[in-house]
């Protein structure tokens, strides 16, 4: 099962429904918010560990292609609720 390393360090199992639900806090409908964590689902098949950041970046990228919207959206909440910075943390 692939782990993954939260930003504090810790590890937890990688559960594809985190994303559907934050895809879908962010706008998008259950299709898309389904079809973007089979696709993040698909990169992290064949690792042990991947980090929150890594994950991050894929759903972005794909929330940016789908609907810039949604995209920003997840900014606006990961930046109010979660005190994250915006994509620069990212990189």
Known sequence: MVKVVKRDGRMEEFIP???????????APPDVARMIAKKVECFVLDKEN????????IILT????????????????????KRRKTEEELK
């Open 17 to 27: 429904e985190k994303i559907v639900v934050s895809v879908l806090k962010a706008g």
């Open 50 to 57: 991947v980090t929150a950041k890594e994950l991050t970046k």
């Open 62 to 81: 794909e929330l940016k292609r789908i609907n810039e919207e949604w995209y920003r959206n997840w900014i606006i909440f990961d930046q109010a609720v």
